[in-house]
């Protein structure tokens, strides 16, 4: 089935400042990617995704390549602020249409 | 529009007992999956409903059980809980053959 590798975290950043966070995955053919958010305390959003390989997701100033030449999906922001402090899930979906999490990224960022 | 609804937000249980979990899926959607995530980690795939019936299936135990009614609402019940299904029960609802799925806020349950 599709897999991600990511960054585990906690990722600490001072407002303003660049952000990525990376994340490779494999997969049978080429399944849409996506980024979920889960700030404190609350469910899953869906941040931003992208379907075909060159696509760039964005979403809240966020913005994600699908790279299929290195099998990546880079979450990049170019000035965090203090309310991005959230857990960041990079996903792709299976044929089945689930999905498999992996333990996601923390992010802090301090005022 | 609403989105994806779950109740209730917060449950407390027993250790033996059992308890059912509700999920609205979003307008349109017909396509209904259940993912526990307990403290720090990632969500994890119970199963899926679609026509209501079990689609599939992650690695869960026998006393997770669900059901899909015929307007696409669900519910989770979980037997004879033990400490270790504290954790947070999201619901994502999607359209079939569509990938993108959609999550609720999330039930929260704590087994004491």
């Known amino acids: 089935g599709n897999s991600v590798t990511q960054m585990e975290g906690p990722v600490t950043l001072s407002e303003e400042a660049f952000l990525t966070i990376n994340c490779t995955y494999t997969?049978?053919?080429?399944?849409?990617l996506f980024w979920y958010v889960q700030y404190p305390g609350e469910g899953l959003q869906l941040l931003l995704k992208a379907t075909k390989a060159d696509d760039k997701g964005s979403n809240k100033g966020f913005e994600a390549t699908y790279r299929k030449e290195t099998t990546s999906f880079h979450l990049e922001k170019g000035s965090v602020q203090v309310s991005d402090s959230a857990v960041y899930f990079c996903?792709?979906?299976?044929?089945?249409?689930?999905?498999?999490f992996g333990k996601g990224t923390r992010l802090h960022i301090l005022p | 529009d609403a989105g994806v609804t779950q109740s209730p937000t917060h449950l407390i249980k027993t250790r033996g007992q059992q308890v059912t979990l509700r999920c609205s899926p979003k307008?349109?959607?017909?396509?209904v999956s259940w993912y526990q995530q307990a403290l720090g980690q990632g969500p994890q795939f119970i199963f899926q409903?679609?026509?209501?019936?079990?689609?599939q299936r992650g690695n869960f135990p026998d006393r997770f059980s669900g059901h899909q009614f015929p307007n696409y609402s669900s519910e989770l019940n979980v037997n004879a809980l033990l400490l270790g299904d504290s954790a947070l029960y999201l619901c994502?609802?999607?359209?079939?053959?569509?990938?993108?799925?959609?999550f609720g806020p999330g039930t929260r349950l704590l087994v004491l």
């Open positions: 997969a049978t053919g080429y399944p849409s």
């Open positions: 996903a792709p979906p299976n044929r089945d249409d689930k999905i498999i």
């Open positions: 409903y679609y026509e209501e019936e079990e689609r």
């Open positions: 994502a609802s999607s359209s079939q053959g569509q990938e993108t799925q959609y």
């Open positions: 307008s349109g959607h017909d396509t």
